[in-house]
């Protein structure tokens, strides 16, 4: 008997969401706009710990807007990540502006907040401040804000979250999402909750959110005929999917928990490998556990295991290709890089979806396993 696919992160949905998503197709808000809407903002809002969250068609929609209302323009510089997915770095070129990439710590995986302050520092001296910068929290871990945000407030610099990845993670108690002027929530399909496709911006700056909300629905003004000031987008959510993020919303604290079971699963099973590592839990917080994530001893070994799970129809993927290694950003500057190419050439994420049975991590862990033992002989 051939057994099912194992999926990478696939959408944990039941009778929660199922239920909410036809009542609300019943109640006929079926258009971005009504009261599902309305109770997906508020408690996006609330589990972030901040006063405002508007809910939109994609994480990628919500960065655009965030670096609208931090004040990004044609030619302005970001500081971005290098280790992430693209997403992150093409909201910056929609607006015309460019990306500086910067590498990341092996202690998180995230910005090298030292890099992040060197860069600053120079840019300060040179009269070239960034117009902002960008963390990401990843795989569902928050980097290291303290320094961060020292650096940033130091020069005035707004700092935009991008947490798609870390929806229930903290850093120092306080909630992934809370700490830039803005943060980026994104529901998609592969994400630890979803709406089948869909973001929220979060901020506790009611300005932001009201511009956010405006050019989010074609900037039109509250007049009777159309009227419109400035150019807009048509990104808000549908009250449909609204109604299914309001189930999955629901179900969160028990959704990070199974990722966090099979997260310290495979560590008791794999990580007496040889050359095996994880990714490491910084002291400073509590991840929300999305990816399961690790080093293996060398770029082949990673290509074999790969190919191992494959064979045994499982779905695993090398860690992000940072985005100075990628040919749409050649051109882009690049500070440092030999810990996020080593996180790419090297990394690899394993079934981590909040539904997977502990016999199909048994699979996993098997197939990892006789793949490393053919090493081994
Ligand atoms: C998924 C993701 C995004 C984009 O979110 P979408 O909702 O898919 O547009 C942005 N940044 C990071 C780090 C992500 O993982």
């Known amino acids: 008997m051939t057994e099912p696919r194992i999926y990478l992160s696939p959408p944990d949905v039941t009778d929660v969401e199922r239920k909410l998503l036809l009542e609300a197709f019943d109640s006929n808000w079926v258009a971005p706009v009504g009261p599902d809407l309305d109770a997906f903002e508020a408690r996006c809002a609330e589990l972030v710990g901040v006063r405002h969250a508007v809910a939109l068609s994609s994480g990628t929609a919500a960065l655009h807007l965030a670096l609208i209302a931090a004040g990004v323009r044609r030619g302005d510089t970001v500081l971005v990540p290098s280790f992430t997915f693209a997403a992150t770095a093409n909201a910056v070129m929609y607006l015309g502006a460019r990306p500086v990439f910067l590498d990341s710590t092996p202690e998180s995986w995230n910005v090298d907040p030292q890099i992040l302050a060197d860069e600053l520092r120079g840019r300060a001296v040179r009269g070239q401040l960034p117009r902002a910068v960008i963390t990401v929290d990843m795989y569902g871990q928050c980097a290291d804000y303290r320094p961060i945000l020292e650096a940033c407030d130091r020069y005035g610099v707004p700092l935009i979250e991008d947490a798609a990845e870390a929806l229930g993670a903290t850093y120092r108690d306080r909630p992934a999402g809370s700490f830039g002027l803005a943060g980026v929530l994104s529901f998609n399909g592969n994400k630890i909750v979803t709406t089948g496709g869909g973001g929220v911006l979060v901020t506790d700056d009611g300005s932001v959110a009201s511009q956010v909300r405006h050019l989010s629905t074609q900037a039109r003004e509250p007049v009777a005929h159309y009227e419109h000031r400035t150019v807009g987008y048509n990104y808000r959510l549908s009250n449909l999917l609204a109604a299914v993020g309001r189930g999955q919303l629901q179900r969160l604290p028990s959704m990070i928990e199974a990722r966090r079971v099979t997260f310290e699963h495979y560590r008791a099973a794999l990580g007496d490998l040889p050359g095996v590592s994880f990714l490491p839990v910084a002291g400073y917080g509590v991840p929300n556990w999305w990816l399961t994530c ?70 996993v862990v098997a197939a990892v396993r006789s793949v490393a033992a053919e090493q081994e002989g």
């Open 294 to 363: 690790l080093l293996v001893g060398s770029p082949a070994t990673r290509d074999r295991i790969l190919a191992g799970l494959a064979r045994e129809d499982i779905e695993a993927r090398p860690t992000w290709k940072p985005m100075h290694l990628q040919p749409a950003y050649r051109d882009c500057v690049m500070r440092g890089g030999a810990v996020s190419a080593d996180l790419f050439h090297r990394g690899l994420c394993l079934p981590s979806g909040s539904a997977l049975t502990g016999h199909d991590r048994d699979r």
